[in-house]
């Protein structure tokens, strides 16, 4: 009887996620937006647009860890600088060698 | 690049910010709206560049998070300012320059006119003056279309005009009318009367009746071909119709032409010693400056001038004059007669075709030379056939008389 509990609860939580999932999906609307996934734009691996971030867990110049809603965005690479950062939107440029999501 | 600039003029700060979590920082300054840029990191330090309103809340956040801020550089125009805050009349200065660029900007220094061949620039330049339009006035007193308008009424040969206001100078820009030929009304009775002295070579007559014949000699002012034309003549009395003559009467005139060519020439032989002198032309009013002293005995002055404008358009009233004194020795050289009755020959050519038509020919002439003095004197007489006849216009009493109160005047 305790385990059919904790199922339920389970089933409630990821519910209402899935029922916004379906809507956006439905209705077109920006997700980014709506969900607040973060939107990651690249250019080569030169430059990376991160939009709709939590925060900076960790920079170095060879390290960089991004909080998103969505989890860890963590990357590797070489001479990694911050070109801006503002409340929704960060800038990374330099050689970026590898990409990991946290999730 | 625009946001460099924009940056700059706002002002920045660049920062070295050392300590435990300088991530935790850099999250508490962006979620209090700061914007963060070039962030690099140095080792154990980051390096950013915060505009100066954002590093003052910078403070806090370093406050909380446990991190040391230093300042290595200030870029910016505020910082600019600040540097000059005590210098107040340089920034005067600043100001009073432009406006004294703009005011003397607003003045008309230049008055250009083009486009005119037969009416002198010294008449239209008398006549913009009146209207307001010359050196020194203020530019947006005038009124183009009024200057156009005034300059239409004024001027009979001016066919279109144009006033343009360009920086400091003033174009105006005209086109002449087309000058109509000499139409003699063709319903005038007239006469034909002899321009000058000749022997008649040839006489075709169109209208009216001619009075002269071939062989014949005239004098200046002879009838040649009457208007009058005699329609019917019989017992009752004669009809006479008036008409506008008109006919070719050529004849052979005499034109006599003397022309005294000197025998000796100076050529200036240059020595090479230029002496230059310097001046300025502000506003027609001239100022010299270093005059050097000529010991030439001869020399040529060469004036060189140019007109200040910073472009095109903007021209200034300044005019650079560059005076240059050269040096030469004049050396008397003879001609030989061959050379002298050549050129002599050739200026007396000169002359008598400035004198005759298109339509006259030149039958004969000879030219005697003999020596006057220093001169070789060169006598000419030419033979010429040419057009002489010239239209005049009958007396209006002759034709009222003549036909007895009917006014016959015809045209053919």
């Not at chain 2, 090479?272 to 010991?295: A, H, T, W």
């Not at chain 2, 007669?337 to 339509?359: C, F, P, V, W």
């Not at chain 2, 060169?378 to 209006?396: G, L, M, S, T």
């Amino acid at each position: 009887m305790g385990r059919r509990k904790r199922k339920n609860k389970k089933e409630e939580n990821i519910q209402p996620i899935n029922l916004k999932k379906k809507v956006t999906d439905i209705l077109e609307l920006p997700k980014e937006v709506v969900l607040n996934i973060p939107m990651i734009s690249m250019l080569g691996n030169e430059e990376m647009h991160i939009e709709n971030y939590k925060g900076i867990l960790e920079y170095d110049s060879e390290r960089i860890k991004i909080y998103t809603s969505n989890g860890v965005l963590k990357l590797e690479g070489r001479g990694l600088s911050l070109k801006a950062m503002t409340t929704e939107e960060i800038v990374i440029k330099g050689t970026i060698l590898r990409i990991d999501f946290l999730i | 690049m625009f946001l460099s600039v924009w940056n700059y003029l706002r002002g920045y700060v660049t920062i070295e910010v050392s300590g435990f979590s300088v991530e935790r920082f850099m999250n508490l300054a962006s979620h209090k709206g700061i914007y963060l840029w070039d962030i690099q990191r140095n080792r154990a330090k980051v390096q950013m560049k915060v505009s100066i309103a954002g590093f003052r809340l910078l403070k806090s956040c370093a406050k909380k998070t446990r991190c040391k801020v230093r300042i290595i550089e200030k870029k910016g125009w505020p910082f600019i300012l600040y540097r000059y805050r005590k210098r107040k009349v340089m920034g005067l200065g600043f100001l009073i320059f432009f406006g004294i660029l703009y005011i003397l900007s607003s003045f008309v220094w230049v008055v250009e006119i083009k486009g005119n061949t037969r009416i002198s620039t010294e008449e239209l330049t008398k006549a913009l003056g009146e209207y307001g339009v010359k050196p020194g006035v203020w530019k947006y007193k005038i009124n183009p279309s009024n200057i156009e308008g005034l300059l239409m009424n004024d001027f009979n040969d001016i066919a279109w005009t144009a006033v343009d206001i360009k920086g400091t100078k003033v174009t105006v820009e005209l086109t002449e009318t087309v000058v109509k030929p000499e139409i003699v009304d063709q319903t005038t009775p007239c006469d034909l009367v002899a321009e000058k002295t000749g022997l008649i070579v040839s006489i075709a007559t169109r209208a009216g009746t001619p009075k002269v014949k071939p062989k014949d000699v005239v004098q200046k002012g002879d009838l040649l071909v009457s208007g009058e034309l005699i329609v019917k003549q019989d017992e009752e009395g004669t009809v006479i119709k008036y008409v506008h003559a008109d006919a070719e009467v050529k004849a052979k005139t005499r034109y006599e032409i003397t022309y005294d060519q000197p025998l000796s020439y100076i050529e200036k032989q240059y020595t090479g010693e230029v002496k230059k002198q310097y001046g300025i032309n502000i506003l027609d009013k001239k100022l010299n400056l270093f005059k050097p002293r000529i010991s030439f005995q001869n020399y040529d002055k060469i004036i060189s001038s140019r007109q200040l404008s910073v472009t095109k358009h903007f021209v200034l009233p300044i005019e650079g004059i560059i005076y240059e004194y050269r040096e030469f020795i004049p050396v008397t050289h003879k001609r030989t007669l061959e050379e002298a009755k050549k050129l002599a020959e050739e200026e007396i050519k000169k002359r008598l075709i400035a004198q005759m038509d298109e339509e006259s020919e030149i039958i004969s002439h000879d030219i005697q030379f003999y020596p006057y003095e220093e001169f070789l004197r060169a006598k000419a007489v030419a033979i010429v056939i040419e057009r002489i006849d010239k239209p005049q216009v009958i007396d209006r009493r002759k034709i009222i008389n003549g036909t007895k109160g009917k006014n016959t005047a015809d045209t053919n």
